[in-house]
């Protein structure tokens, strides 16, 4: 399957566009015109047009969890295309804190407005998933990914109240996976549930197929060194032949893979393409 996906919101972006802390993608795969996540703001709008796509030739769109900086354009994102197919796991709903030393607690929930739009669809376009589930032809989704790495957490400071005593799992973290012609390609959100976490997940689930790249926020921000090299680790194995890290990866992480890993590494950023046919 040919499959060409560009970047359309980034916390980097090409010359001519907007960066905005989020992300979302514009992927072809499969016959489909499939949008991967929405990002925060006014980025979705004026990049789409500005990288020539209509958003209202969507056909699926994906949510890889609740976050407000990969939900904020869902209200645009219907008005533009309101006969969408939502796939989404529905702890997208949950309402939830970022709480970092010495700053007062942040709800980073999906906004209650776009939580409306998405929970008023009609069954028929309104998809829970709940386990891999195939969206399109060698189009998947993971569902919940198991927690299963030592090292390896949400990557943050998550809670489910702003008095911090709960920490968020992020449960409804997904990614989406892609059969290429050139192995897969491994679309990460932000990698709530761990990097390696995400591609046993995945390799369990598509009979250990291999991975041709992975793109996406990585959230290894905070990661100890020890969580870097075990990453590296398990890029080693799976062999990936590149890396586009962007949104909530770090500058940190990218040059430690860079400097510790063979695989060719592309940071990515709005306007950034990634096509199977090139
Ligand atoms: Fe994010
Ligand atoms: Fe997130």
Redesign the pocket.
Known sequence: MNVHLKIIVDNQAAEGLVAE???SMWIEAGGKNILFDAGQGDALEQNAARLGIDLSHADLFVLSHG?Y??TGAVDFVMQESPELQVFAHPGIFKTRYSIYPGKDAKEISMPSEERLIVANLPDSHLHWIQEPTQIAPGVWLTGPIPRVHPLEDTGGPFFEEPEGTTLDPIHDDQALWLETEKGLLVVC??CHSGLVNTLNHIAAASGHKPIWGIVG?F?LKNASAERLEATAAALREFQPTFLAPC??TGDAAIDFFRQNLKTEINPGYAGFEIKTDN
Do not use: E, I
Request: glycine share 24%; aromatic share 0%.
């Open positions: 802390h989020g992300l976050h900086d990969h959100g932000c926020g959230h949104h909530c």
